[in-house]
């Protein structure tokens, strides 16, 4: 059993290539899986959300990626000779213009934005590599922490499950009976009232049995009983149970509301 509620991180580093990543989720009716990483690696983010799906079912899941590739392999030096022409030919016509020295050192050029360009050429299967194995470490951690809430909330629900079934079984000593403590209470009432011992039986029957159908609470313990044992398996499961136990949790509140309205 897991939470949905958790956080997980891992670093990974090979060659000078540095990766991070933070995942953390909280509670959502499905899964909703948000990636936020660095443009230069952007083509790996259906890849790092198919991983996701794999091994997580629900929640809304942020993913926090960081890349610094602080190696020299993999990397080219473009000039973007067009640009750089366009820089050259307007210095120019500003230096003739104001009739100024147009010698234009090379070197200059080439700190105006984008005339040098750095080209990352490293392969695709060798990032999604590192990637894949820095978010397996990630994901294992993650996955650890929400196990470790999940048990602690498992515990918790069997300690309830436990006290709402001594309840019930309270609840069940109460109604034995009630129907034969009713005949005498009614019974008393009417000789009291008519000042007579003779009482119309016929009558007093169908009054008895009228009550007896508003009073009974059998069906709706024999459910309850059901609901609580269905309930303790669930907590067993290795699958996703949590819509499950929504709906048992509502049913359970129903049969609960039910005995109360036949309390009197």
């Known amino acids: 059993?897991?939470?949905?509620?958790?956080?997980?991180?891992?670093?990974?580093?090979?060659?000078?290539?540095?990766?991070?990543i933070e995942i953390k989720s909280v509670n959502?009716?499905?899964?909703?899986?948000?990636?936020?990483?660095?443009?230069?690696?952007?083509?790996?983010?259906?890849?790092?959300?198919?991983?996701?799906?794999?091994?997580?079912?629900?929640?809304?899941?942020?993913?926090?990626?960081?890349?610094?590739?602080?190696?020299a392999k993999g990397k080219d030096i473009k000039i973007n000779k067009e640009l750089a022409e366009i820089y050259i030919r307007e210095l120019k016509q500003l230096a003739k213009e104001n009739e100024i020295n147009a010698d234009i050192p090379v070197t200059e050029i080439s700190k105006f934005p984008d005339v040098l360009v750095i080209q990352n050429i490293e392969e695709e299967d060798t990032i999604w590599k590192e990637l894949e194995e820095c978010l397996h470490k990630a994901l294992t951690n993650f996955i650890r922490m929400r196990e470790e809430e999940g048990n602690k909330i498992k515990e918790d629900l069997q300690v309830r499950l436990q006290d709402i079934g001594k309840k019930v079984l309270?609840?069940?000593?109460?109604?034995?009976?009630?129907?034969?403590?009713?005949?005498?209470?009614?019974?008393?009432?009417?000789?009291?009232?008519?000042k007579t011992d003779v009482v119309d039986k016929e009558r007093l029957n169908q009054e008895i049995v009228i009550y007896a159908d508003k009073c009974s609470i059998e069906e709706e313990l024999t459910r309850l009983h059901s609901h609580i044992t269905q309930f303790q398996n669930m907590l067993e499961e290795t699958v996703?149970?949590?819509?499950?136990?929504?709906?048992?949790i509502q049913e359970m509140n129903r049969e609960t509301n039910t005995i109360g309205s036949k309390s009197r």
Do not use: C, W
Not at 35 to 53: A, F, G, W
Not at 170 to 185: A, E, H, M, R, W
């Open 1 to 20: 059993m897991k939470s949905m509620t958790g956080f997980g991180r891992a670093n990974f580093e090979q060659d000078g290539r540095m990766y991070n």
């Open 28 to 71: 959502h009716r499905y899964l909703d899986i948000s990636v936020k990483m660095p443009r230069s690696i952007s083509y790996l983010e259906e890849k790092v959300k198919k991983e996701i799906m794999t091994n997580i079912s629900r929640g809304k899941i942020d993913v926090f990626i960081t890349f610094d590739n602080n190696s």
């Open 170 to 194: 309270q609840i069940s000593g109460f109604s034995t009976g009630l129907v034969n403590d009713y005949v005498v209470k009614l019974e008393a009432r009417i000789k009291e009232i008519l």
């Open 240 to 248: 996703p149970i949590g819509k499950k136990i929504d709906f048992l």
